[in-house]
């Protein structure tokens, strides 16, 4: 799995954050953390986040309000493609969390 946060494109205000379906599935069947009964494994998704949370979202190729991703495991696979300098804009590294 390749987290050298190549697929991520800071901005000012925020960040757009896209993977393939190879990304996916590799982050959800990583040896000794598989993720049980994933559902994106396989899917290409972009994020975009601003100061203000997520503002986009899409699922190979769908916007997410026609096509639900579920939340727990696209907060993981997020926060765990991110690179430490933009992890405060996402919920999961929220200030006052202990890491």
Same mark, same amino acid.
């Given at each position: 799995? =390749?987290?050298?946060? =190549?697929? &991520? $494109?800071?901005?000012? !205000?925020?960040?757009?954050? *896209?993977?393939?379906? &190879? !990304? $996916?599935?590799?982050?959800?069947?990583?040896?000794?953390?598989?993720? @049980?009964?994933?559902?994106? %494994?396989?899917?290409?998704?972009?994020?975009?986040? =601003?100061?203000?949370?997520? $503002?986009?979202?899409? *699922? !190979?190729?769908?916007?997410?309000?026609? &096509?639900? %991703?579920?939340?727990?495991?696209?907060? %993981?696979?997020?926060? =765990?493609?991110?690179? @430490?300098?933009?992890?405060?804009?996402?919920?999961?590294? %929220?200030?006052?969390? @202990?890491?």
């Amino acid at each position: 799995m =390749d987290l050298s946060y =190549d697929h &991520t $494109t800071p901005r000012p !205000d925020g960040y757009s954050l *896209v993977l393939s379906g &190879t !990304d $996916t599935y590799d982050w959800a069947n990583r040896p000794g953390c598989q993720w @049980p009964a994933p559902t994106l %494994a396989g899917c290409r998704i972009r994020v975009e986040v =601003d100061a203000n949370g997520l $503002t986009d979202l899409y *699922v !190979d190729a769908v916007p997410v309000s026609l &096509t639900p %991703a579920p939340a727990c495991e696209l907060t %993981a696979l997020v926060a =765990d493609h991110l690179p @430490p300098i933009l992890r405060h804009l996402w919920p999961v590294w %929220a200030k006052g969390v @202990p890491q």
